[in-house]
């Protein structure tokens, strides 16, 4: 029987490379997690392509004998795109292409693709526009001006519905451009972020495994309305929303990009000003789809990515999330047991933010010029005053107070 295809349809095959150092189920995983992104990409998966190797082959990665195996696969399946979970360097990707004839993209390049159609901020989509040409550059060289190879789809497309530029010339423009843009947009950010220090609230960030239910926590704690989806990277932008504890003290609670394993290092950099509502966080919950197969290596991946943006050392709640599709209750690290879409377990989970805040006494003694003493009531509000002096330059205090309020008062002397 004839089969109609749609000359429009990304028909892709996935490739996987077993290295020596790799177990069967590192494979496996990453695997699967490349079928939800390409499946959210829009493309649809017509097969798999998997091979053990002892190192990576400097030409293609998968050597030349591999690729001559994989073009015939491809004809055989009718796919018009390769994508490989590992990363290429350009000229891999190049060669790649050149032998099996279709477009080549690489999971960095997925992911990159998915962003662009995530983004809603000015900032979101110009820190991924950027991203995306500065990829795309070195890859371009040696194949004439234009990328015309790639044709359309998937890698090459921008923000907002937006064609990625092609040409060389024109994209070297395009980079200093935007990071000309971007440097504006985030001046103009940083001031909002000082505006917002001036409400000396703690900064609460969630942080978690991309699909854990981060913006379902954040919609059922203070009803603001974020996209929730069974998708990958739902989330791009930050949200913000205030929250009142039990104590009636308020927080601020972020929700943002969730992070996944293999993220590439530049991706992470890239996205730094976006994740820096979580490297300012004075408390992070790290949000854990507890009902996942794999959710201890998920754990694994979040602290990877926390590591690498230095806020690993910051105060931290494991929120076991998903509790209602768990049947028997895991042995897992202290934390708090929840389900994001029932409301089972939030008020405990607000019981200890309050906590973790306000475990975090210190004694301070601070002199408060008379211009700013409306800050003087707020150091009665929020902590202990255990001393206060009226003298010439200022009202001398001292305080045992949180450290996250201590912080937040003296940054606004
Ligand atoms: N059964 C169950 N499903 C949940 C729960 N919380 C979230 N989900 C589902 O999990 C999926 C992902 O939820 P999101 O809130 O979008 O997850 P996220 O962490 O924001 O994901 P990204 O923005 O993609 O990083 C959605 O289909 C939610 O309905 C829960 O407590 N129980
Ligand atoms: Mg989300």
């Known amino acids: 029987m004839e089969q109609i295809i749609d000359i429009h349809e990304e028909r892709a095959v996935l490739v996987g490379v077993r290295l ?23 493309a649809r998966v017509v097969g798999e392509f998997i091979q053990n190797r002892q190192r990576p082959d400097a030409a293609t990665f998968i050597g030349k004998g591999k690729a001559e195996e994989l073009k015939e696969y491809c004809e055989q399946v009718e ?4 994508i490989s979970d590992r990363e290429l360097s350009p000229a891999q990707s190049r060669n790649l292409a050149d032998k099996i004839g279709v477009k080549v993209i690489d999971r960095a390049q997925l992911i990159l693709d998915i962003f662009a159609g995530r983004a809603q901020t000015k900032e979101g989509r110009l820190q991924v526009e950027l991203a995306q040409l500065k990829y795309m550059l070195p890859r371009l060289i040696g194949q004439g001006t234009k990328l015309s190879r790639l ?10 519905e937006t064609k990625l530029e092609t040409d060389r010339r024109r994209i ?9 843009e971007l440097k504006e947009v985030q001046r103009h950010r940083a001031l909002l972020r ?64 969730g992070f996944i394993q293999n ?11 976006t994740l820096e509502e979580v490297i300012e966080a004075d408390l992070l919950l790290h949000v854990v789809d507890a ?5 201890e290596r998920q754990i694994k991946a979040v602290h990877d990515v926390l590591q690498r943006l230095g806020a690993l050392e910051k105060p931290m709640i494991m929120v076991f999330n998903k509790m209602d599709n768990v049947t028997d209750l895991p042995s897992h690290s202290p934390g708090v047991n929840i389900s994001a879409l029932s409301g089972e377990g939030i008020d405990e989970l607000l019981r200890m933010v309050a906590d973790v805040l306000k475990q975090r006494y210190s004694l301070i003694k601070v002199t408060i010029p008379y211009a700013k003493s409306n800050l003087v009531s707020l150091l009665h509000q929020k902590g202990k005053v255990l001393l206060e002096k009226y003298q010439e330059d200022g009202i001398t ?6 450290r996250v309020w201590a912080d937040r008062i003296v940054s606004q002397l």
Request: avoid cysteine; charged fraction near 25%; charge should be negative.
């Open 194 to 257: 000082k505006d917002r220090k001036d409400e000396p609230f703690p900064l609460v960030s969630l942080v978690g495994y991309t699909n854990a239910g981060k913006s379902t926590l954040l919609k059922t704690l203070t009803g603001a309305d974020v996209l929730v989806e069974d998708k990958l990277f739902a989330t791009l932008d930050p949200t913000t929303r205030r929250v009142v504890l039990p104590n009636n003290d308020t927080v601020l609670l972020t929700d943002t990009v």
């Open 151 to 160: 044709g359309g789809g998937i890698g090459t497309r921008g923000p907002g």
């Open 263 to 273: 993220l590439p290092h530049h991706l992470v950099a890239a996205f730094r000003a």
């Open 397 to 402: 205090l001292e305080v045992e107070i949180s």
């Open 172 to 180: 070297r423009k395009r980079i200093s451009d935007l990071e000309g």
């Open 79 to 82: 796919a018009n795109l390769v």
């Open 20 to 42: 020596p150092d790799d177990h069967d189920w590192q494979l496996e995983e990453s695997m699967q997690e490349l079928i939800s992104l390409s499946d959210t990409a829009g």
């Open 291 to 295: 009902s996942h197969p794999n959710s």
